[in-house]
């Protein structure tokens, strides 16, 4: 009797929750679990987890929910129908990622019938325009069954946002499939391919070009950073991603001096790879869930500066020898300490426990435990 997990998420961009989720469904899938993947969006443009999960033959759903039809949601409703009746003796729980996804579960579930339903928190979402679903989520909190968080921060922030526990939501660290480490002659054909191969020292990232990320408050670092660098030198900075704040960095970085080169060259399928590549890894981000590329550079051994303003971080890097917190908008002593960091050769980090291997097993304890449950509502 195979049980049926059916993974719900907002979006299937290629970013954090997204890869978590196709993750998760090709270990479930390579260890006898039946899985469907339901996205509340249409099919995005860069379709590189969309590919993943069709090349495993999964299937997956995209409902084209927007702004001006909320009511496709309840096209979920026929989907899970469809699968329960087409798999009558076999257990079904329902998996939803992200506040949209988690929301969109809970009004199918209460609108007709019973299911296994675990909402999982991503983010410590802390955008003000996010109160009304913050709303919803507390009115609408008992109609999932269990509520897991990737990170303590995480959790604890939910949890004072809905006036409820933190006790009450069970933590489940994400795990990443752990990238080789890139060689010598792979290093210098990337940074090549870069422009960058008379570069010192370069320092990197990777992530969405957003707000979130706070790279416009890395990239105000800069110019103090260039009076730093040792005459006849030139130092590379590397952002690897894409999103709705290129134009605004675009624009900063023109006001960086001719001693540091900047580039982002965008979406990149190997960016785990490509992270070996750099000598420091920053992540100036204003809030984090529990970041897979600060996994992955910590698997990489090379050192890292964080953000103090998202605490999750600090979940991940406890597995790291070389690392230090910052706020970036301290220019001076941020300075300072990319310059500390960028002294330190890579060490190896022993971060096994974060794998998708040891994610899944804890996400299927959720699911046994919660196949015992008697149904609500």
């Known amino acids: 009797m195979k049980t049926h997990i059916v993974q719900v998420i907002t979006e299937l961009e290629p970013a954090g929750a997204e890869r ?6 090709l270990e479930l899938k390579k260890r006898n679990y039946a899985v469907s993947v339901v996205s509340l969006q249409s099919e995005p443009e860069v379709k590189t987890i969309l590919n993943i999960l069709r090349a495993e033959n999964i299937p997956v759903y995209c409902l084209n929910v927007t702004k001006l039809t909320p009511w496709r949601i309840f096209r979920l409703r026929k989907i899970i129908k469809d699968i329960k009746r087409n798999n009558v003796s076999s257990p079904l729980i329902v998996h939803s990622h992200l506040m949209h996804a988690n929301l969109a579960c809970r009004i199918v579930k209460i609108s007709d019938f019973k299911f296994p339903l675990i909402n999982t928190v991503h983010i410590a979402e802390k955008r003000g325009s996010h109160f009304l679903f913050f709303l919803m ?24 946002k809905l006036g409820i526990s933190p006790d009450s939501i069970k933590i489940t660290y994400n795990g990443i499939n752990f990238p080789k480490k890139i060689s010598i002659e792979n290093r210098k054909t990337l940074l090549k391919s870069w422009g960058l191969e008379k570069c010192k020292k370069l320092i990197g990232s990777v992530g969405r070009l957003d707000y979130q990320k706070g790279y416009d408050l890395f990239f105000k670092i800069l110019p103090d950073l260039s009076k730093k660098i040792p005459e006849n030198e030139i130092w590379g900075v590397v952002i690897l991603g894409e999103g709705k704040q290129r134009s605004t960095l675009e624009a900063i970085e023109k006001t960086v ?17 490509c992270i070996g590549a750099f000598d420091l890894f920053v992540m100036p981000s204003r809030y984090e869930g529990f970041s897979l590329t600060l996994i992955e550079a910590a698997s990489s051994g090379i050192p890292l500066l964080i953000s103090d303003e998202a605490d999750a971080m600090e979940e991940i890097v406890k597995y790291a020898k070389n690392w230090q917190k910052t706020n970036f908008t301290n220019i001076t002593k941020t300075t300072e300490k990319l310059i500390e960091l960028l002294r330190k050769a890579p060490e190896d980090n022993d971060i096994c426990n974060l794998s998708v291997a040891k994610m899944t097993d804890a996400y299927l304890n959720i699911y046994n435990s919660l196949l015992l449950l008697p149904q609500k509502y």
């Open 257 to 273: 001096p001719p001693n540091i080169k900047v580039i982002m060259p965008g979406y990149r399928e190997d960016a785990a790879e």
């Open 20 to 25: 978590v989720l196709a993750d998760l469904s």
């Open 137 to 160: 989520d507390k009115l609408s909190y008992r109609f999932c069954d269990i509520c897991t968080a990737v990170s303590k921060s995480a959790a604890k922030w939910h949890a004072l």
